[in-house]
Structures are given as C-alpha cells and as structure tokens.
C-alpha cells in the first residue's frame, strides 16, 4: 500500500493576530523535505525572501513534502513582492500561502523564475501537488520552463497566473482551479493552460491562454479584457463554457462549446462586449447571448438573424457547439425547440439521454441513442438509433436502426428502416425501404407510397426470406391502400404458388382497399421445389384478409404480369402457359454454373497439359553426352562434338541433372454465345530431377509442382479460383544412332490433385452462393521421334505421338438463393489427344542456344458427360470442347557455368474457330551434378 503524504500542521494567519509585540508583521512556517523537516514560529519577515533551494540548511530540496506559510501584518513595507524560490525541477506536493492583514494594503507576493541560493534558476520546472493562495495578498505565480500544478485553490484578493517568458516555450499546466470567496480575483495570462475552472464567487479575467471547462457556478468571468475593462493583451479560449449561475461576458477571445444544465438558477452570456473606450474585439462564435432563468427554461440566441432555440433541462447538461451549432443533450429534456433556429441545425440526443417535446426547423439533422417521447420533425433527416414513441414526419427523412411506437408521415419523401415501427401511416409521396420490422402493418392514407421490402437467404440452409418483416394491421392484411397508390418494386414469395385459402393467409401478400392502384413491378419466387413439368397460378401470391385471391385485380385490373416473374438465381426463367395467370418454369441453361466449371477446369488441364510436356521435353531431350563416335558434318564435328555443342553438360561423369522452372499462363476460352469468355490467370513452380540409367538404358527422371489459377466468366458473374499439385515420372530413350542422326521416345505420367472454390454473383441482386469443387486428374504422353544435326551445326527433331488426359470430379453442389439446389454427380472425363511436332535448336555461340517448335494436337477421343439434378429435374449434357490446337513454341538458353545453364521460353495455343488462346511464359535455371 502506498504511504499517504505527510500533510503540515494547523497553520492559520488569525491566529497570529494577537502576536505582533512590536514587530509590523509576524509569521509561523511549517517545511518538510524527504530528508528533513523544521517551523520557524511567530518570527518577523524582513526583505531577505525565502530560498528553499538553499540544500546546505534544508537538504532535499528537489522534494518538499510541504511548505506552510502563515502571515500576520499590520504594515507591508518590509516584505513586499517578496519571491519565494524554490530548487529548478523541485516537486512540492502541498504548498499553502494565507495572509491576514490589520491595516494598509495586500502586499505582492511572487513565485518566478530568479536565480537562487547557488546562481541556479529557481522556480523553473516545478510540479505542485495542491497549491493554496488565502487571505489578504496580491500573489503572482510566474513560472518558467514546462511547470504544472495539480490544484490550485485560491481564496486571496488577488492571483495573477502567468509564465515567465510568454514569448517563449514557458507553459504552466493546471488541471483544476478553484475559486470560492466573493472577494477574490484570478486572472490567467498567455500559455497557461487549465483543465478545470470551477468559478463558484468573485471576478475572473482571461488575458490569454486556455480553460478547458469552466464551470461557472457564480461570480463574473471576463473573456478578453483587463480588471480596467481594457482590452487584454491576448486572446484567450474556453473550450467548454458550463452555465450554471453567474455572468459571463466576452469581449475577444473563443468559446468553442457552451453546456446548460438543469439547476434552476439565474446565469446570462454575453458576446461582443465594449472595452472602456467603446471599442469592441474580435468573435467568431455563432451565439451571441444565452439567457438562463430560474423556471429552468434556457434561451440560446444565435448571431447574424440566426434565430433563437429554446429549452427546459430537468436533470442532466444538454451542449452546443460555438462553431458547428451542434446541440448535444447528455441530461433529461422536458423540452427543445428548433422550430425559429434559421439554417441548418444538429441535435444529439446521448444514449441514456431523452427529450419529452422536441420540435424542429425544416433543416435539422437529429441523430438520436437516447429516448425521445414526442418528435415534430419539418424537415432534414432522422437518424434513430435509440427510442422514439412519436415521430410526425411533416418533411425529410428518416433513417430508422431503433424503435418507434407512431410513424406518421404527412410530408416526408424516404424512409429507411432497418430497426423496429409498431404503426407506420403515410399521407404524403414517400418510399420506404424495409430491412427491419413493421409490426401492425402499413396504413396507406391517401397517399402516393413505394414499398421496397428485401429479402435474403436463411444461413446455413437452402431457403430464403424477406429481411423485413411486415405485420398485419387492424384489418388482418399487411398493406392497406385507401384512396392512394401502391407500388411495390420488388417482394419476396416463399413458394411458385399458394393453392388454399389458409396457405394464403399465412404466405401471401394481404392486401385491402384500392386493389387497381396496388401495382407489382417485380416479383421473386421460390424454386426449391419447382418442377418444369408443372403450372403454377401467379395471381394467387396476393390475397386479401380471408385468403382469397386478388392478384387479379391489381396493376389497373391487368393482374400479375407472368414477364415480371422471376428466380432469385436466374437458372430459371416463366412464361404464360394454361390460361390467363398461370405460367410454367424453363430451365436456362446459360446460368448452369457445372458446365463452366467442368469447361474450365478441362480448358486449364489441357493447356498445362502441353506447357508442361513441352517443359519437361525440353529439359530431358539432350542432357548427357552419349561420347558415340560418328561421321562429321560439313563443319567437322562428330555426334558427340554437336552433342556437347547443344548442352551445357561438360563433365561425361555426371549422372544427375535436376531444374526449376517457375511459370506464368493466361488465356481465354470462348464458352459460347450466351456464356461468354472465359478468362484465366495462373502461376506455378516444377521441380524436377533426372538421373542417367546404366548401360545406355535411358535417363529416368521425377517431377512435382503446384499451380495457382484466378478465373472469371463475367457473363455469368462466376469466379473460379483455387490450386492444383501434381506430380510424375518421365523416361527418355535414345534407342538407335545413324552417323548424324538419333532416333529417341519420350515417356511421361502424372496424377494432380485440384481444387476450386466457385461464387457466383445473382444479376440485379447483391449476393453470392459459394462452393468448393474437387477434382483428381491423371495422364500420360508418348513421343516418338528423331533429332537430325545439319551442317550449320542446327538441330532438326520431328515427333510424333499421344496424349492421354483422365479426371475425376467428386460430387458438386451450389445451395442457390430461393432454394434451388444445382448439384452434379461425380463425373469422370477422358480425353485422347494425337500429337505432331517438329523442333529447331540453334547454337549461336558455345553458351548461347534458341530453338523454335510448331505443332497441333487432335482430340480423337473425348469422353465428357455429365448430370444435373436441378431441384426436382435431371439434366444430361456432353461438354463441347475444341478439337483442333495449334502450338508455338520459343526458347532462348544461356550457359551459365559449365554445369548450369538458364532459360526462357514462350509457349503459345491457338485452337480451331479461335476457341481458346493461350500464352505462357516460363524460365528454366538446371544444374548437373
């Protein structure tokens, strides 16, 4: 537990009255530092001052505990503007000057930065605790460098509060004064700066610096001018002015907020005061004058023919903002009026807070967390939060998170509810938009109303709702339109049809009055359970109180349009069939998300499919030097010379050769007229090692990598994203020679493992559906084919071959909004490709290599069908895939060191009809070992 400080005894001037003897003055001090403690008892002041900087006599003097001064005087001449010094960074925690004089006038008394006992600055730095100024003495305070005072409390005739260099960097810090007796006076000059000021008696002069809250709980406070009523010598600020009792007058100088509070008091404010002279300063505040009277009421006139508000606090303090306007009630409010405020206007009604009456401008905003009993509102918006019994809306808006018991809209044009109305009745051209709770329905009364009512899916399930929520009236319908127009843009319906009249009176839209000028623009239907093979009945969405029918009676007696019938999913689409209002679904096919998928994931199989074996040929056609003795071409060179010309491979020892090859592919498919484009971004990484087989038995070699892809079909707003990991086996053989000819085969396998996260976005409605597909591939390629040296020393490589593609997709399913579920049975793909290419290798330089290829690939097998399950149909299809690819191909090498060499190649697709184009880029760094 922290020891309490050490607190002075007793030490009061009355009581030295009697002790003069025949000395002018008589004092009794009572001192403490951390190290020592002393009193100097009925002793005479002379000029000397006091020093309790003086460490050879008091001895810690960097901390007093306290210093108590009691003085008793008939006659000041001996001790007047006597300083007080104390030790440059001393902290005093309790200091107390009291003064009681018999006859003449309050001597000045001081406290500012001189040099002490040691030539040192004194008073410079401090940090006081409580400071206490009593009795009969003028005392200044002037402090240097950056001084703080907890408390002061001052009680003497006169306090000037000041820092020694106003000019400079001095400030002197105080978080509360207090002033208590008629009698005194505090002025506060340049860079002092005070947290709290309570005022409760006397005068105070504000010549500069600031005052964060000041209380004014009595007395008279003068902002800006001198005790003379000359103009100060600098502007001053109270940021918070709380009006409790007593006179404010300003004459230079800001008040940036002014509170009222609910003590039945008498207080006045002013603005814009004279100097002595008749001159006035400067204020740019918008309230001229506050007249606070004891019946509580409060007046608050605002400059410029700003018009007056006026208002009665029963508990609590309500703010306005000096700059803004703004008006904040923190309290209890009987009443606020705004009505004769001119311009614009904010009301803050505080959670906890409330107001019985409030009555507005036709320009306030009002944002309420608290309570507001009755609210009369002409104009600008609500913004409610809190709690509201009675809201008339003769103009503006609203904006309702909260609860309000009556709405009564006579003149307002939008409203937004997200919260809770009980009653709502409109008289006016309005909308409303409903995300919350309209509990006993609405009441259209004449007038023109649009009533937009959203809906959305139900988490973790299949089915959807409406996300506001309409009651029923008086009448048991949800919407009564007498004598007025109705338009609904846009409703939900959980069902294709209500076939009873207790199912209508449970799901349908109830409606009563005026059934002609109800109008339906847009209507949303459940498919959950739809079957393409039924008809429904539209006009039975919307019944009246006792379930019967009346869809046919709305939008002038034309009924429900059928052509405004929609899915929330847009897989299905209505027509007229079976007589007038009854329709049927079709399926739109071009909305199917699997088809997409399935076309995409093939597409992107595919290309990595050729990007990958040109790679893997690439780095395994000719990676060892075989040392085979030959005839020479024209320019002299063996099999083996041209061999060792057209790899980097030096060391015939090496039995290893092992790359990384980070790549880069995009391309587009073209999915259809209706679909749209499919376009593709991926990135990826294969790590691959070989290793030369004994007696020339080829070189075997493994592989593993992994692929990011980003896609998009922006027709059918379908995001695909996700990675795959695959890996295999390579084998290649250089089966004969012919002098300068090789004949070889290439063999490569893989598995891969895929997955793509699907979401696809509804058109004219915000929201998604999500799902994740999975998918195993599997494959193989075979080449066949020879490499013939030229006499430029070039290599010419036809080939020939296949390739085999096989995937399996696991089961599918997306849980649309409205309920329809599209799911797809696990499906497998096959696809057998013949392949032709042919390669041109060049060796500039002994470390510099390109090489060119063309080709085309066949598709001679495809095997690619799959099944829907949409909601209660079954849908069979065969995927459309191109079948004729082109293949272009470039390279440049680089040996590096005589065992390493890098690489960049560009590989480029093109398939019949311009179907798909893809273009990769990849770079090669490899290494023997």
């Known amino acids: 537990m922290q020891a309490q400080t050490p607190m002075p005894p007793e030490n009061n001037a009355n009581d ?26 009925k002793q005479f002041m002379d000029t000397r001052g006091w020093s309790a900087d003086n460490e050879n006599y008091y001895t810690g003097t960097h901390h007093y505990y306290y210093l108590s001064v009691a003085l008793a005087y008939k006659n000041s001449t001996n001790f007047n503007q006597l300083n007080w010094k104390f030790k440059q960074g001393a902290q005093v925690d309790y200091l107390k000057f009291d003064y009681k004089k018999t006859i003449e006038n309050a001597p000045w008394q001081n406290m500012k930065e001189e040099n002490g006992s040691y030539g040192a600055l004194t008073n410079r730095n ?19 460098g950056k001084s703080t005072i907890d408390t002061l409390n001052n009680t003497a005739e006169r306090l000037n509060i000041k820092v020694n260099n106003e000019n400079g960097t001095d400030t002197l810090t105080i978080s509360t004064l207090n002033q208590t007796t008629a009698t005194s006076d505090a002025q506060i000059f340049k860079n002092v700066n005070i947290g709290t000021f309570n005022l409760q008696n006397g005068k105070s002069y504000q010549r500069g610096g600031s005052v964060g809250t000041l209380n004014l709980q009595g007395g008279e406070f003068h902002l800006g001018a001198k005790d003379d009523m000359s103009q100060a010598e600098h502007n001053g600020v109270v940021n918070n002015l709380v009006l409790q009792n007593g006179t404010f007058k300003q004459y230079k100088g800001e008040i940036n907020n002014i509170t009222l509070t609910s003590d039945k008091e008498t207080a006045s404010f002013t603005t814009n005061n004279s100097f002595q002279n008749q001159t ?61 405020k001119q311009g614009s206007a904010v009301v803050n009604n505080s959670s906890g807070a409330s107001i019985d009456k409030l009555t507005s401008n036709n320009d306030l905003t009002i944002n309420n967390q608290g309570k507001i009993s009755d609210l009369d509102f002409s104009g600008g918006s609500v913004n409610n939060g809190g709690e509201i019994a009675k809201l008339d809306l003769k103009g503006g808006s609203l904006n309702n998170a909260g609860t309000i018991t009556t709405l009564n809209n006579t003149n307002g044009v939008a409203i937004n509810n997200q919260g809770t109305i009980t009653t709502f009745t409109n008289k006016n051209t309005a909308t409303i938009h409903n995300q919350g709770k309209i509990t006993k329905g609405i009441i259209n009364d004449g007038g023109t109303l649009t009533v937009v009512n959203d809906f959305r899916r139900i988490e973790g399930t299949k089915n959807f709702q409406t996300i506001g929520e309409i009651g029923k009236t008086t009448k048991g319908v949800h919407i009564e339109n007498n004598n007025g127009k109705l338009n609904i843009p846009i409703w939900y319906f959980n069902k294709e049809e209500y076939t009873t009249a207790e199912e209508r009176k449970n799901k349908a839209l109830l409606v009563d009055g005026d059934y002609a000028n109800i109008s339906l623009e847009n209507a949303f239907v459940s498919t959950h359970n739809l079957d393409v093979d039924e008809t429904y009945d539209a ?21 429900i349009d059928v052509n405004k019938l929609y899915s929330v999913s847009g897989i299905y689409t209505f027509e007229n069939y079976g007589g007038k209002g009854r329709y049927r679904a079709i399926i739109n096919r071009d909305e199917l998300s699997g088809r997409t998928l399935a076309q995409s994931i093939i597409y992107s199989q595919r290309v990595r499919n050729v990007n ?99 896609q998009k079909v922006n027709a059918q707003r379908l995001e695909i994203d996700g990675n795959s990991y695959y890996a295999g086996l390579t084998y290649k053989n250089s089966f004969y020679e012919d002098d300068l000819t090789t004949y070889f085969m290439n063999l490569t396998t893989k598995i891969d493992y895929i997955k793509r996260d699907v979401t696809k976005a509804y058109r004219g409605y915000i929201g998604s559906v999500s799902s994740t597909a999975k998918v195993f591939g599997y494959g193989a390629n075979a080449r066949v084919g020879l490499s013939h040296y030229l006499k430029n020393d070039a290599k010419i490589s036809p080939q020939i071959g296949f390739n085999y593609l096989g995937m399996h997709s696991k089961p599918f399913t997306l849980n649309h909004l409205g309920g329809t579920r599209e799911h797809y049975l696990a499906q497998n793909f096959n696809f057998i490709d013949a392949v032709a290419t042919v390669k041109y290798e060049t060796p500039w330089i002994n470390r510099f290599k390109t090489v060119v290829a063309l080709g085309t690939i066949i598709n001679v097998y495809k095997d690619a069908k799959g099944t829907l399950h949409l909601d209660s149909n079954v849908l069979n299809a065969e995927l459309d895939i191109a079948r004729l690819y082109g293949v272009v191909q470039g390279g440049i090498s680089y040996d590096l060191t005589k065992d390493s060499d890098i690489s960049l190649g560009y590989s480029g697709i093109f398939s019949s009809a311009n179907i798909i184009r893809s273009h990769a880029l990849m770079f090669r760094y490899a290494w023997w070992w």
């Open 16 to 41: 030295l009255i009697n002790q003069f003897n025949s000395n002018n003055n008589v004092y009794t001090i009572y001192w403490r530092t951390i190290t020592k403690k002393g009193k100097f008892k």
């Open 126 to 144: 401090l940090t006081i605790g409580t400071f206490d100024v009593k009795g009969d003495v003028k005392f200044e305070i002037k402090l240097g």
């Open 280 to 340: 006035q300063g400067t204020y740019d505040g918008l309230i001229s004058n506050v007249d606070k009277n004891n019946n509580g009421e409060n007046t608050v006139t605002f400059n410029n023919n700003g018009g007056t508000i006026t208002t009665t606090l029963t508990s609590g303090q309500l703010t306005i903002d000096n700059k803004k306007g703004d008006i904040t009630n923190n309290g209890a409010v009987s009443s606020l009026d705004v009505s004769k």
């Open 539 to 559: 006009y039975s969405l919307i019944a009246d109180k006792n379930g019967n029918s009346v869809g046919d009676k709305i939008n002038n007696g034309q009924g």
């Open 612 to 710: 990958l074996s040109r790679m893997l040929r690439e780095a395994t056609t000719q990676v060892f030097v075989s040392g085979k003795k030959s005839e020479v071409n024209a320019n002299g060179k063996s099999l083996s010379q041209l061999e060792r010309l057209h790899t980097n491979h030096r060391d015939e020892n090496s039995q290893n050769h092992s790359f990384v090859i980070p790549y880069y592919q995009n391309f587009r498919a073209n999915l259809g007229s209706e679909t749209g484009t499919l376009k593709s971004n991926s990135s990826g990484m294969l790590i691959a090692t070989q290793r030369q087989l004994p007696n020339d038995y080829g070189v075997l070699g493994i592989y593993t990598g992994f692929e990011n892809v980003d």
